[in-house]
């Protein structure tokens, strides 16, 4: 099943929203919470408080007091100093005038529905929003603008034959089943079980096999210091070392128990100094782009 998968996904640290294909964001005004940034408490720092035992006292990092309050990008607070309070981890963003959720989603890797949500679900997006589950840091981009996909990328191609329905979307999203938003490293395209599931670019592949968490994977690495990776396949038609092409046939996606819930796992990971970093597809995947 679908959501099975998706919370070993959590567990295992790559994260997931155990999102079924069925779930549909909240669209009435009436039954949103009021915005985050109407709902900011006020704390004034009393001796002896730092900006860590501030954050720890209402469950924050203290990158998100920070990014609140330009007088603690320092480091540090004053006693009477008064600062402002999220009601959870993430940052103020001004946006620009004529910006859609959707953009605004793309600039900082979210989802329309959760920064719609959010901030009041109201149609058109605010002069000033708040972006979940992003950290503030010394320059961070705080000005909402759109990111199109690098039309030089050479990850032209699509994971699929067709394209499908986003079921799980990539970037910080709420969790129900913990309570709280995770970070999920790639997206969940649904399509029938036996689809065949294709390579976006040509490459090498780094992996072909089974995983206890992905199910049977296929990385490949790509020019550019990309790499891509396919999980919840039934079976695997590459091996370990062998070059592709864009198109290439992979594998076919595995059965969940009903058609309806099969998907195949994409992700799109750069390399850096920090190993193998998980990106927005959107940015790297011309076609992940939704028009």
Not at 172 to 201: E, I, M, R
Request: proline share 9%.
């Amino acid at each position: 099943m679908l959501p099975s998968l998706m919370v070993g996904l959590a567990i295992a640290g790559v994260a997931s929203v155990g999102m079924s294909p069925r779930a549909i964001a909240q669209t009435s005004p009436a039954a949103c919470p009021q915005p985050v940034l109407s709902r900011l408490t006020r704390h004034r720092v009393a001796s002896g408080e730092t900006l860590a035992t501030i954050a720890q006292r209402y469950s924050l990092l203290p990158a998100t007091i920070m990014g609140l309050n330009t007088s603690t990008q320092g480091g540090t607070v004053s006693p009477g100093q008064e600062l402002l309070i999220p009601p959870f981890n993430g940052i103020r963003v001004a946006v620009t005038p004529g910006q859609t959720w959707e953009q605004v989603a793309q600039a900082y890797n979210s989802r329309a529905d959760v920064l719609f949500e959010v901030n009041g679900c109201v149609g058109s997006v605010p002069s000033a929003i708040f972006v979940p589950g992003v950290n503030w840091f010394p320059g961070v981009r705080t000005t909402a603008t759109a990111t199109p996909a690098d039309r030089q990328s050479p990850l032209q191609g699509y994971p699929l034959p067709r394209r499908s329905q986003v079921i799980v979307n990539y970037g910080w999203q709420p969790d129900p089943a913990q309570g709280k938003l995770v970070f999920n490293t790639g997206v969940a395209l649904a399509s029938p079980a036996s689809t065949p599931v294709l390579a976006v670019g040509p490459g090498t592949v780094a992996f072909a096999g089974s995983d206890s968490i992905y199910g049977n994977l296929v990385v490949i690495n790509h020019s550019q210091g990309l790499q891509t990776r396919y999980a919840n396949l039934d079976t695997l038609a590459v091996r370990a070392g062998q070059t592709v092409r864009q198109g290439d046939r992979l594998g076919p996606i595995a059965p969940q128990g009903g058609d309806d819930e099969s998907f195949v796992f994409f992700e799109v990971r750069l390399n850096s100094a920090m190993g193998w970093v998980a990106q927005d597809p959107q940015d790297f995947v011309p076609a992940m782009v939704l028009r």
